[in-house]
């Protein structure tokens, strides 16, 4: 038995006589991934950031990672340093994330004084020279949640499920006219 091969139009058709299927199958998962949506626990995130200036030309180059690596780059810390040169310094943006946006802030102001202690104290065993380690911008309690996007996930699961409802429609259809084809040879 050999395929026919099908051209724009016969999709068309094939999509249009299966137009309840494609339609249910569609809705089934927009409806299923916006519940899904809805559950997921909204994840807040503040952000604070910090300036250090070293205090020798020789410690300027290179951010001390090892120092603050057990400190910073936690799970739900994320850690950007920004080497500063018209300041010779970094500047460090720490953002943490959590359910609780109030504590999400408190959490990042404490890391950030915690980190400016440990790099005066750190730092200040290199040098005599003082350490400028100062808080650019505290965070604040971030009002808007920044996971999850609801919208993003539904036009996703709606996508998803047109795409899921055309492919079974066509396995639908192919499916029908092998029976089909099967039930006229063999009388």
Do not use: H
């Not at 980190?115 to 808007?144: C, F, H, T």
């Amino acid at each position: 038995m050999v395929d026919e091969e099908m051209d724009f139009w016969e999709y068309i058709d094939v999509v249009m006589r299966r137009k309840w299927v494609v339609v249910g199958i569609s809705l089934i998962i927009l409806i299923s991934g916006g519940i899904t949506s809805l559950c997921l626990p909204d994840v807040y995130e503040a952000e604070v950031s910090l300036l250090i200036i070293p205090p020798q030309l020789s410690q300027r180059g290179r951010f001390p990672y090892e120092v603050f690596e057990a400190m910073l780059y936690k799970e739900d810390v994320k850690v950007n340093i920004v080497p500063k040169s018209e300041v010779q310094g970094w500047v460090i943006y720490i953002a943490k994330q959590g359910r609780n946006p109030e504590k999400v802030a408190r959490l990042a102001n404490e890391l950030a004084d915690d980190l400016i202690e440990k790099a005066k104290l750190v730092l200040s065993n290199i040098s005599e020279e003082e350490i400028k380690a100062v808080l650019i911008r505290k965070a604040i309690v971030p009002g808007l949640p920044i996971k999850p996007d609801r919208k993003r996930n539904v036009l996703i699961a709606g996508v998803l499920g047109l795409f899921v409802g055309i492919f079974v429609a066509f396995l639908y259809d192919s499916y029908e006219r092998r029976k089909n084809g099967r039930a006229k040879g063999g009388t």
